[in-house]
């Protein structure tokens, strides 16, 4: 499809486990954010990859959560030994440099047991 | 340092009332970028309109307004004539020419459109 495509789109597992979330950007869109957004809440900034430069990695909660974007497309957000305050929808959009227009997938909602 | 103030949580009204959101920032910068997104029921949050500090025009796209107004630092959002479909949470967002990349977002407002 032609917009920002995340999975899964639910996602449940037991306190302790890892889990990977993937976001699959806009083609052509060389930003790409993570954030995140709890029931009833605003958005979180988690972290942020724009082309070849390091990732803005400063919204990252703690050191269990880690993401990588291989080749400038595919992003993976890590959760490791999950925690039942991680449960969340978990946000990816993607931007043509820094318009500021993001355009959002639909989200992965974890939920930690 | 930067800030986006959505003070109204919640609005209800019933359709066809007219409605604004209400919205304030803080910021340092001359330039500076104003954003509004929707979130629907749905879940998937789209984007509005975007602003940037230099342009004070109105902008009116149907039913939807937006008022820029740098005296008061605010950037409010007007529906005309409501309908049911505008039920979602509305963000407010700021970017700053130096950090542009970097969105401040509001909290957000809540509209629940009634039949």
């Known amino acids: 499809g032609a917009g920002v495509s995340q999975s899964p789109s ?4 037991e306190k302790g486990k890892d889990v990977e979330l993937r976001c699959d950007p806009i083609s052509g869109h060389t930003a790409l954010y993570w954030y995140r957004q709890s029931l ?31 080749g400038g497309s595919v992003s993976t957000l890590t959760i490791q030994r999950t925690q039942q305050e991680d449960s969340a929808v978990y946000l990816c959009a993607s931007s043509f440099y820094y318009t500021g227009e993001l355009f959002f997938g639909e989200g992965s909602r974890l939920t930690v047991l | ?38 979130q629907p029921p749905s879940g998937e949050l789209v984007f509005l309109i975007r602003r940037n500090s230099f342009d004070e025009q109105n902008e009116i796209s149907g ?30 967002a700021l970017s700053e020419a130096h950090d542009r990349y970097q969105l401040i977002w509001g909290a957000g407002t809540k509209l629940i459109i009634k039949p």
């Open chain 1, 40 to 70: 009833g809440q605003g958005l979180e900034f988690l972290i942020y990859f724009q082309g070849n430069s390091a990732p803005d990695k400063s919204g990252l909660p703690s050191d269990r959560f880690s993401a990588e974007r291989t």
């Open chain 1, 10 to 13: 639910n996602k449940v597992t």
């Open chain 2, 63 to 92: 039913r939807y307004s937006w008022n820029f107004q740098k005296s008061t630092s605010s950037f409010n959002f007007t529906i005309t004539a409501s309908q049911v479909v505008d039920s979602a949470v509305y963000f407010c």
């Open chain 2, 1 to 38: 340092a930067q800030k986006v103030t959505q003070a109204q949580t919640e609005i209800s009204v019933v359709e066809k009332e007219d409605v604004t959101l209400d919205c304030v920032y803080e910021t340092r910068d001359t330039t500076y970028y104003l954003f509004w997104y929707k």
